[in-house]
């Protein structure tokens, strides 16, 4: 569905020091600076995937979305989207796509949705009763019926964003970009947009890509996980299996009736945390049984856990991995 | 061209936005009125002192109706859409066209004919207002067959205004601040297309560069020909080089806008 080989995207831009001067400075010689966005990403998604794009603020994500949408025309290298090159805007391949855009709005502003929403069908010609039902349909499971026909700009965000989505999908696109859907949003209306995302993505087979800074968003929608550091790929695989890329070990939290020391502890494996009653220890993954079975027999414990790494620190670790390599 | 269902929808978008703004339109018709009262007083000193009572080739009533009309065809044919697509250009709101099946300009002129709808209509009633005042005070002549002329060329007249408003506006792929580029250029396109003094006042040599320029076909044809200065064949050799204009303006703002695409590619919204 979505074949990407080689991208790459070079800025051009301009630094300027503080100052007076340095602006007269700047009227006359401006130093050329390149920044790689996104430099050699190659990747290749199925049909009904739903994959999320993970990575650092200024990693390349919206670039690379938006050059998959044809907004942008890649420096070099080729992608290839329902077999089209989208920055050839073809209008056939237009009409089974889109994106939508956590920080940008796509509805007129002054307007009542559902005005927005009759240009949409206009714009990709949709014929009455297909576009009823999709209306009805996508109002119903975001529950916003009563709300087509309020101005878009006395909308709360969430509010919004579902309106967005609707406006996105009237045309029942094979193919949708999301980035960061569920940016400043409540925990509620997050959760909202994510029951909404997945149900579509199963009862369509739509293929999804999304961005996202929330884990949850990631750990609950996306089948496969895309890392993308300084604008390169770093990790491609199913997040939950991130930790066994990184290293093997485990965290276990021990709780004791009495104070343990903290040397004792040590021999065990890395101390995170330590509070005389309460450790929590990284281990070897190898070695966890024997561990554990060391613990229980020769300690005191109260209550033991045996935890994964958390996949923040997980993710973390790959993005300073990447950036010390 | 409007009808295709999404231009036809986008022109009906514009109408609408301008239903909501109609007060805003008739107070800018009304500031229009300083100017003229200035312009008024000029030409009758003028005209005070000329021995033929004639200035220009035009009589006395003939250059206060120019005045007037000058100034209500202005009102009429600005543009005002040229900051949206400034902000549509800086702010990313072109991507939401650039990924749709819709072209950009039709968009844009649909939307803008859809708003002149109901200027139109205003337009019309004070320019009518306009004459019977003009005929009972100064004896300005009245003419069925020319003003029904006027309004048809008027309509082509818009068009040819949108398409050099659309080329100033994109200015906003090169430059970070085109504000300035649109007051002047807009303040410089209402002059040199007569919507201020009629363009015989600029002298023989400007007249025949303005000539071979699109410009006068803006505002100050139009005018004359309900003034009843340009008659006859005339008038079709000028609505032949309306249309001709309007071919050539149109491939020169395709350009504009394909080069502008390009750098926008490359940097982005």
Redesign the interface.
Known sequence: MIDVVNLCKT??YYKKDTGLKNSFKNLFHRKKLYKNAVKDISFTIEEGEFVGFLGPNGAGKT?TL?ML?????PTSGNARVMGYVP?E?N?EF??N???V?GQ?N?L?W??PTN?SL???K????IDDSKYNNTLNELVEVLDVKDLLKIQVRRLSLGERMKMEIIAALIHRPKIILLDEPTIGLDLVSQRNIREFLKYYNTTYKATIILTSHYMKDIEELCTRTIIINKGQSVYDGKITEINGVLKDAKIIKIRFSTHIDKDVLSQIGRIREYAGDYVVLEVDKTRLNEHSKTIMNDMPVVDLNIEEIPLDEAIEAIYNNHDGG | MITQGKYLKSFSLGFQSSLEYRANFIISFLSTLFPITIQYFLWTALYNNSPNGKVYGYNYSQIIAYTIFAAIVSKFVSGGFESEVNEDIKNGGLNKFLIKPIDYYKYRIACFLGQKVSQFFIMAIILILTIAILNITLGYSINLARIFIFFIVIIISIQLSFIFVYCTSMAAFWLSEAGGIFVIGGLLLNIISGGIVPLEVFGNTINHIFNFLPFKYIIYFPINILNGVIVGRQIIYGVLLQIFWIIVCKKFADMLWKQGLKRHNAVGG
């Open positions: 800025y051009e670039t938006k949408s044809g907004i942008l025309h920055w805007r209008n237009k009409r796509f889109s994106i855009m940008k796509q007129w002054d307007l005005e009759l240009l949409n206009c714009i990709y010609e």
